[in-house]
């Protein structure tokens, strides 16, 4: 038996060590169940000391996953906002599909927040290793009673287009003074760190809904969403003008300075 044990151990690969088996035969007696004793001692010795190998334990490489985002998103052009605004952090920004990560997420969270996590956390468990952001934002109109809100994506169905979308609104809105069409964007941001910790960030633009739409700078809900100090749709301005009073610019600012704060510290706040 025991020249079997030996036999196995011979060669036997130990972190970045091999097993010597004559060195090991010398300095240990191996007996039933008995503990590795030093061979010179006497079995009913008072000190039988387990014996401590000289092998140097195997530590694994410590992983440095902080090089990479992963914005759960498939739409582009909140992505370039993202590079836009993350630029300084000299990390990698990458999509879900740039990812190789393809879900069907069910957001149905009652807040912006809840469905920002929900988004960040089922992408993190498809790619544990990296940092990844998610964002939900909506228009909330007051003289609609805060529609559409939550559903501002889902509103009048997924597949519809904005161009459909907004003329609908124009069209409930119809004989609204401007003072009574005070409405705002709301952004809230999620973060999901590699060790699975998460916050959320959230940014608000106040404004209204014009009469018309206009500009082609924007997307979405842009065109009649009129901010006053531009007296101008946010379609209308330039990405450096959107993203400095922008609910994405906002939301997305207040995650930076958080993120770069815990990617100094290693993913620790």
Not at 32 to 55: F, I, M, N, Y
Not at 59 to 66: G, H, I, N, S
Not at 251 to 268: F, H, S, V, W
Request: glycine share 8%.
């Amino acid at each position: 038996m025991r020249g079997q044990r030996l036999e196995v151990l011979k060669g036997e690969d130990y972190g970045d060590h091999k097993v010597d088996v004559e060195e090991f035969q010398s300095f240990l007696t191996v007996s039933g169940d008995q503990k590795a004793v030093r061979k010179e001692e006497s079995p009913d010795s008072s000190d039988l000391r387990p014996q401590t190998s000289h092998l140097t334990p195997h530590t694994p490489k410590e992983r440095t996953p902080m090089n990479k985002i992963i914005f759960a998103t498939g739409n582009k052009n909140k992505v370039r906002e993202c590079h836009e605004i993350l630029a300084d952090l000299g990390t990698e920004i990458i999509s879900m599909k740039e990812a190789g990560i393809f879900l069907d997420i069910v957001e149905d969270g009652k807040t912006f927040e809840e469905n920002a996590l929900i988004k960040a956390r089922a992408v993190h468990a498809a790619a544990p290793d990296s940092i990844v952001i998610a964002d939900d934002s909506g228009l909330c109109i007051d003289a609609l009673n805060g529609e559409p809100g939550i559903y501002s994506a889902r509103y009048l169905g997924e597949d519809t287009s904005y161009q459909i979308k907004n003329q609908k609104i124009l069209e409930r809105l119809d004989g609204v003074p401007e003072e009574k069409r005070s409405a705002r964007f709301v952004c809230a941001m999620a973060v999901v760190m590699p060790d699975g910790e998460d916050f959320t960030t959230r940014g608000v633009m106040e404004g209204y809904i014009g009469d018309h739409a206009e500009g082609e700078n924007g997307f979405g809900y842009d065109p009649i969403f009129f901010v006053k100090p531009y007296d101008c749709s946010s379609a209308v301005l330039s990405p450096d003008e959107k993203n400095a009073i922008s609910h994405r610019g906002k939301a997305m600012r207040a995650m930076r300075e958080r993120l770069k704060e815990m990617i100094e510290n290693g993913g620790k706040r």
